[in-house]
């Protein structure tokens, strides 16, 4: 069966700290990946997507970045942190291919709060 | 652009107390619609979904959502709520237009609480 993987499950940071957040995925080939921030009150906001190794999407333009260096690894960075980066951080996966209609499986998430 | 907008942000009801949560979205061609459920302290997990076919659809848990093509809706819906449906809720839409990406674009959430 397929899990997914996320870590640190939190994390507190200073100001123009650097950030590295890691997602996996086991059990699965060439997933589509995701990468959402969950804020109080305001649902999930997807920040990027990933349909294959080193093809990155960008949702909204912001601090962050995020890099797919293996198949079923998707990491969330950042060079300097800023106080609204704080946050819930979500990974994950859906099956390739099937396009619309597949659902998508959620990682436990990382609690960052920038100090 | 697409958007979700749940309009209920906190529900509170007593046990046994019928459920509905408003769902509506602005995407005016053909989509896919998803409730997600996040229980405290567990990963947001999925609830129910609508591809196409019946517009009733039945979820885990005794939950139902019913596809309104004309009001742009998926209300979800059960008839009696346990303390343990306590949880955020989410709706989700994917226009079929976004293909191979499986973009989702979610609600603001709900949050129910169940008094015992």
């Known amino acids: 069966s397929q899990t997914i993987h996320q870590w640190p499950a939190t994390l507190v940071q200073p100001v123009g700290s650097p950030l590295s957040l890691e997602c996996t995925v086991e059990?699965?080939?060439?997933?589509?990946l995701y990468w959402y921030r969950q804020a109080a009150g305001r649902g999930l906001q997807l920040l990027f997507y990933?349909?294959?190794?080193g093809q990155i999407s960008s949702e909204v333009p912001q601090n962050l970045s995020a890099s797919r260096p293996q198949d079923r690894q998707f990491i969330l960075s950042s060079k300097k942190l800023l106080l609204s980066d704080s946050g819930f951080y979500l990974c994950?996966?859906?099956?390739w291919g099937g396009g619309a209609q597949e659902t998508q499986y959620f990682g436990p998430g990382t609690r960052l709060l920038v100090l | 652009a697409q958007s979700v907008s749940q309009h209920n942000h906190h529900v509170i009801l007593s046990e046994a107390a019928s459920l509905e949560l408003g769902c509506n979205y602005s995407?005016?061609?053909?989509?896919?619609l998803f409730w997600y459920v996040q229980y405290p302290g567990q990963h947001l997990q999925l609830l129910l979904k609508y591809f196409s076919g019946d517009p009733l659809v039945k979820g885990i848990k005794g939950f139902e959502a019913e596809f309104i093509k004309s009001k742009f809706s998926f209300n979800l819906r059960k008839p009696s709520v346990q303390w343990s449906d306590t949880a955020e809720y989410f709706c989700?839409?994917?226009?079929?237009?976004?293909?191979?990406?499986?973009?989702?674009?979610f609600g603001q959430g709900t949050t129910l609480q169940v008094k015992p």
């Open positions: 994950a996966w859906s099956a």
């Open positions: 989700a839409v994917n226009a079929a237009f976004l293909r191979n990406t499986g973009k989702l674009i």
């Open positions: 990933s349909v294959g190794i």
């Open positions: 059990g699965t080939s060439n997933p589509n």
């Open positions: 995407y005016g061609g053909t989509v896919n």
